[in-house]
């Protein structure tokens, strides 16, 4: 009994950070940043990032970095709307922007709108923070593409992780109306036997 309660709870925060991860992933595909692989095993394994280096220090895409980094937190809600995703969780996975993966994506988030002059020195709350303009376009973003994240989520939560051309081939097959499931499988085959 108690065993099996540990796991569904184990199995409802991998489901949950599935669909986080997936929010990343598809926000950062629609501003053409790279999205790297995803992945939902924890312990700070991280495998790849989606802003280049120069683009993190010249602050060019922060604005799109924000709004990534909302998505997760989006995506997470929408999945579960009875539960609010904790903002001061460190998402540890490759999906989350700027490589300071030691930092929750709220504080990456906080940092980014203070660097652009969308927040004061003062604490600002996470409340404060999930009402801005720019968290209200993340979660337009999960709405308008929530079909894609549910599929690439699905998939994440049973390889637990994906390389990066196999989760964008399925973002690719929605686009063109394909059989995104036929064309993932033959993806991960392909890559399977290639290696
Ligand atoms: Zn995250």
């Known amino acids: 009994m108690k065993a099996s309660r540990a796991k569904s709870r184990k199995e409802k925060r991998e489901r949950a950070t599935a669909y986080h991860?997936?929010?990343?992933a598809v926000a950062s595909y629609r501003f053409n940043h790279y999205g790297g692989n995803l992945t939902i095993v924890p312990g700070g394994?991280?495998?790849?990032?989606?802003?280049s280096e120069g683009e993190w220090a010249d602050g060019s895409t922060?604005?799109?970095?924000i709004i990534v980094?909302?998505?997760?937190?989006?995506?997470?809600e929408r999945y579960d709307k009875y539960a609010k995703a904790p903002y001061f969780e460190v998402c540890d996975s490759s999906s989350c922007p700027c490589g300071l993966s030691e930092l929750s994506?709220?504080?990456k988030i906080y940092c980014l709108m203070r660097r652009n002059g969308l927040t004061g020195e003062e604490f600002t709350s996470q409340e404060t923070i999930r009402n801005h303009s720019l968290a209200i376009k993340?979660?337009?973003?999960?709405?308008e593409n929530w079909q894609i994240i549910e599929a690439i989520a699905e998939k994440l939560f049973i390889y637990k992780t994906l390389n990066d051309t196999e989760w964008s081939i399925i973002i690719d097959a929605f686009n063109e109306g394909d059989d995104w499931n036929a064309c993932f499988e033959s993806m991960r085959a392909f890559g399977n036997a290639s290696s």
């Open 138 to 143: 993340a979660r337009k973003i999960i709405d």
């Open 105 to 107: 994506d709220y504080e």
């Open 62 to 65: 922060d604005i799109e970095q």
């Open 45 to 51: 394994n991280v495998l790849g990032s989606c802003v």
């Open 69 to 76: 980094l909302h998505a997760g937190y989006a995506a997470e």
């Open 21 to 24: 991860e997936a929010g990343h």
